[in-house]
């Protein structure tokens, strides 16, 4: 599927960003621009900022930003097209796909096409083939009700080594891109075989819905098989940024405020069919900063609920540190020896399970009794470690009060005082805070962009020649038109400002010249993270810009501020090559040569002169 560029840009030109941001984000007014508290990353006060007459957010906490497309495949994990589609559907414009074979949005359709055409050949082989007998036998053991196992998609893979592959040939798929997907793999004879054999199939929804990805669980178990196999990552799965889960159990999580993390498919199946419907599992990688990113969007207390066994404590205690770092409310539930959640809500019922959740200790109590049941606090080298350790985790957590509260009960602990402990807390946040610093600068020393981002070419040029970039990222098309007649982008100096106005003269010509539409040209992000600055902060960066707009009528004196920025940056051209020119006389002695000079000079400063304001009373005169 592909959408012409044009009907994107009319789909984005009737929506507004704010209306669409607003239904996701609380927005507040605040002068022309719209503030609110960044969906992207965790922060108390807002640095999310959106502007309406330029239709582009940007988060000045965490440098994310772009236009209303941009937002919605950041917020709700979906592709640019999914994207255009959701708009189209808001403002009810009536979106004809044209058929295509050509562009990246297309490809991933075709990965999606593959990945359901083999969700429903493992489906089909679960539900209707002799040979998924055995795995129907087995999710009945297991428990687990036939309507549960429809709503998850659940299929199983034959145990042959071609039986997907001859489906995948009789309904023509793309076989490399099949390959790409992991459902089959090429020998070194160039045979192709299917990846998933004898397995229970768990598909891998995104959040809205789509098969991104397969979870295999082997029958029988063998010593030649790993117990899971799971699709490679690919341009339509990134392990990291997928929970399983989510998308069945996002309405609940959004509803009780409050989700419940498990490990493996099985487990939160068997809650959700128990009436649990709050859980996403992590599906065997521990946690990211990715996914503990994309659940913010849906509350910010979970309870870690996880096995016992020395691996499920690990996973518990670094899923811990990643969630306190995005502001989460942390609760950890270790379940009795020998049970997992599974076998646990089927001994013991929905209430006993609900109880077992609100009984969840905090992560500090849940460190120390880890510990000590470690024998780790009795010695005092060890206990030293843990404290020490636990101080740290404690710094990761941006409400100060919380942190006030966990020292206070960490000090009682320990029967320690508690000034000791904030000493050696504020120690811990200051040396982060110097660690961090210089490894900042030497990222932003590596680029040439450190002499804009810092302003600290304030000569004429660099000045007038940065008014004009921000004038063509204005969406007028009168300043844009005067700009482009006078200026090209090779007279600009700075190579930057080059890159940048070639970007613009290249949309200006179809007719795309929107802010919103340019920003998301803009391929490298802090050339794109410069305009970004420019665009919020005009105001502060032109001082001309309050003399002209006096009356509060800005947008009225735009056209004679771009006129005059054009004069400025014809007058400092003018006086570079005078520069030049009279260099040339001073090195010279040749008579022809400096009288060729001189009547150059005098030109330029004729035009210089014209040039100036008020030029024509003085030729008048
Ligand atoms: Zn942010």
């Known amino acids: 599927m592909r959408i012409p560029e044009q009907k994107i840009d009319e789909i984005r030109q009737s929506a507004n960003i704010v209306d669409i941001i607003s239904t996701h984000v609380q927005l507040k007014k605040r002068g022309k621009n719209f503030i609110g508290l960044c969906p992207f990353h965790s922060e108390k006060t807002p640095s999310f900022v959106v502007s309406e007459d330029k239709q582009i957010y940007r988060c000045f906490g965490c440098a994310s930003g772009g236009n209303i497309f941009k937002f919605l495949m950041d917020y709700k994990n979906i592709s640019f097209i999914e994207a255009v589609q959701e708009i189209a559907d808001f403002i009810g414009y009536q979106l004809k796909m044209e058929e295509s074979n050509k562009g990246e949005d297309d490809e991933l359709e075709i990965l ?138 996002k309405e609940e999580i959004r509803k009780l405020d409050k989700v419940i993390l498990v490990e493996g498919y099985l487990d939160l199946i068997s809650l959700f069919q128990n009436g649990v419907k709050n859980v996403v599992a992590s599906s065997g990688t521990s946690l990211t900063e990715e996914q503990v990113q994309l659940l913010s969007r849906f509350t910010k207390n979970i309870v870690v609920l996880f096995d016992s066994d020395e691996a499920g404590q690990k996973a518990a205690l670094r899923s811990i540190e990643i969630l306190i770092k995005s502001d989460f409310e942390v609760k950890v539930a270790l379940l009795p020896k020998g049970e997992d959640p599974d076998s646990y809500i089927q001994k013991n019922g929905k209430e006993v399970f609900d109880d077992f959740i609100s009984r969840a200790q905090n992560f500090l109590e849940f460190r120390l009794r880890i510990f000590e049941e470690r024998g780790m606090l009795s010695d005092p080298n060890e206990a030293t470690k843990v404290i020490r350790e636990t101080v740290r985790i404690i710094a990761l957590v941006n409400d100060k009060i919380k942190q006030g509260l966990l020292i206070t009960s960490l000090a009682k602990k320990f029967n320690l005082r508690e000034k000791m402990l904030e000493s050696e807390l504020i120690d811990y946040i200051n040396k982060q805070s110097q660690q961090k610093k210089p490894q900042k600068e030497t990222e932003r020393a590596s680029s040439g962009i450190l002499e804009l981002k810092n302003n600290r070419d304030k000569s004429s040029t660099a000045q007038t020649e940065k008014e004009l970039i921000r004038l063509l990222f204005s969406g007028d098309n009168e300043i844009l038109s005067a700009i482009l007649h006078d200026i090209e982008p090779s007279d600009f100096n700075s190579i930057i400002f080059k890159e940048l106005s070639r970007i613009v003269v290249e949309n200006y010509e179809d007719g795309l010249i929107a802010p919103a539409h340019l920003i998301e040209q803009i391929n490298d992000s802090e050339l794109k993270e410069y305009v970004f600055n420019l665009l919020f902060n005009e105001e502060e960066i032109s001082p001309k810009w309050s003399e002209l707009s006096h009356n509060g009528e800005i947008k009225k004196d735009k056209i004679e501020y771009a006129i005059d920025s054009i004069r400025r940056f014809k007058v400092n051209r003018i006086n570079e090559q005078l520069f030049e020119l009279n260099k040339k006389i001073s090195e010279t002695s040749d008579s022809q040569a400096i009288y060729e000079l001189m009547k150059s000079i005098k030109d330029l400063e004729d035009e210089k002169r014209s040039l100036m304001p008020n030029s024509k009373n003085n030729n008048e005169e």
């Not at 997907?164 to 090429?186: C, M, R, S, V």
């Open 112 to 249: 999606y096409d593959i990945n359901l055409t083999a969700a429903r050949f493992f489906t089909d082989t679960l539900y209707k083939s002799s040979e998924g007998e055995i795995a129907r036998e087995y999710l009945k053991k297991r428990n687990i009700k036939p309507q549960i196992q429809k709503s998850f998609g659940l299929g199983f893979a034959p145990s042959g080594w071609n039986n997907f592959y001859d489906h995948a040939i009789a309904n023509k798929l793309d076989l490399e891109k099949t390959k790409l997907l992991g459902l089959i793999d090429k020998k070194e004879n160039g045979k192709f075989y299917d990846k998933y054999r004898g397995r229970i199939i768990f598909p891998i929804f995104s959040p809205n819905g789509r098969v991104i990805a397969f979870g295999g669980r082997i029958l029988e178990n063998s010593e030649n098989a790993a117990k899971y196999l799971n699709s490679p990552e690919n341009p339509i799965y990134l392990k990291r940024k997928s929970l399983y889960g989510l998308y069945h159990s």
